[in-house]
Every structure is written in C-alpha cells, then in structure tokens.
C-alpha cells in the first residue's frame, strides 16, 4: 500500500517560476525523501529530511516538514526546462524495516521553456 | 560507471516463461532493495538484503518470485511462470547503512509480458 500521497497530480509551470508539490502521509516517520523520476528511468534522489527537522534546502530546492500535520512540500525555486519530470516523496516508516521507502503516485512537473 | 547497474534493461517475454534479472549496486553498499513501479504508481517495495541476508519480503512477492544475493554483491530476481500483470518496471537499490538512508536506484529493467 502507498503510505504517501503528493498533491497536485499534475503541475505545468513556465520556467522561471517557482513549483510547490505537497506531500501528506499517514504514520510516523524516521525520515522523508523527495525523489525525481525523468520519463521511464531510475529514481534520483533530491532531499532528506528528519522527522525533528523542519525545513531543509539544498540549491534550488526547500523542504519543510511538518509531523504533527503528516505533510511536507517541496518548493524548487526558478525552474528550468529540465526540471520537467515525476517527483515522489517516499517515507522511512517508524517501526517497519530500516530503509524501507513507501512512496506515493508522484507529481509530474511539466516546465515550459 | 560507479551506479548501480540493472540488465536487461528491457524484457519481452511471453507469459508462463520465467524470467531473471540482474542487479550490481554500487560495491561499498551493503543494503539492497528491490521494487517494482507499475504505470502511474510509486515504486512498491518487494524484498530487502543486508549484505547476503534476505530481512524482509513484501506480500507483493508471491512463491513465483525468488530473490538471491550470493557473496553480498550483485542480486537477481528471477520470476517464474510470468503473468500478463507482471508487466512493469523493476528496480533495484543500493544504500549505505549506518547513519545513510539515501537509496541510489538503478536505471530498472522493464518487463512486458505478452
């Protein structure tokens, strides 16, 4: 069963503004990661954060977290072209087995140039 | 190329045919994951191995799936008897245990079965 959901389905942004995905889960976490998926490849992974962190940045990228809510977003700021892709946010479930990731169905990214 | 490497990376096969796959993670990682990704969905989890030691299997994994990993090193998944609804993308991931929970996929291999 998928233990998170990302929240639009779809998103369709021109490049140089800013896309926010969300992600609510439903049990408590060691940790979330956002993953990107470009069109039928491997997962790369992006960001993760801790379950007594709140916010993160890496480049582009913001995570917040919010565990007393069970979301967290994922803000990638001035998008490109190449930013186009499936983004997943997976959970590392208290209690299930060490590096077990539940992922959600994603949010596909389109950025226009 | 110091990835993790999947092979085949496309298999058509027809069903009742049984199938094997192959994973080399990346060599420092002794934790290796396998899921598969059906369209429109997130990866599923099906089994995890701790170097050579399979720790967990999902009910995703009927008896006509069978996952090794000799020596902790590379893995495969064989399936069995392939049905039509084994057809997806199959990918496997390696990590670093001890204080990484970061997961480092494969490129994945897909499946149709016809």
């Known amino acids: 069963s998928q233990q998170g959901e990302e929240d639009p389905q779809a998103l369709s942004i021109q490049e140089g503004e800013n896309a926010t995905m969300n992600c609510s889960y439903k049990t408590s976490i060691n940790n979330l990661q956002w993953y990107r998926q470009n069109s039928g490849r491997g997962l790369v992974h992006l960001i993760l954060i801790r379950s007594n962190e709140r916010e993160k940045h890496s480049g582009r990228l913001r995570v917040t977290l919010d565990t007393s809510k069970k979301s967290s977003s994922l803000l990638i700021t001035a998008s490109r072209a190449a930013d186009t892709a499936s983004y997943f946010c997976?959970?590392?479930?208290?209690?299930?087995?060490?590096?077990?990731?539940?992922f959600g169905r994603g949010t596909q990214l389109t950025v226009w140039p | 190329d110091t990835g993790v490497s999947q092979d085949p990376r496309h298999k058509i096969t027809k069903r009742g045919q049984n199938v094997t796959f192959r994973c080399d993670p990346i060599?420092?990682?002794?934790?290796l994951y396998w899921y598969r990704q059906t369209l429109g969905q997130g990866p599923e989890f099906l089994t995890y191995?701790?170097?050579?030691?399979?720790?967990?299997k999902s009910r995703l994994l009927s008896d006509r799936f069978s996952a090794e990993r000799p020596k902790g090193s590379f893995s495969t998944l064989e399936i069995q008897r392939t049905e039509q609804g084994d057809s997806a993308m199959y990918l496997c991931a390696s990590s670093l245990s001890q204080n990484s929970y970061e997961q480092y996929f494969g490129p994945g291999t897909r499946l149709t079965v016809t």
């Open positions: 997976a959970t590392d479930v208290s209690g299930s087995t060490l590096g077990r990731l539940y």
């Open positions: 060599s420092e990682h002794n934790r």
């Open positions: 191995f701790q170097n050579e030691a399979q720790l967990e």
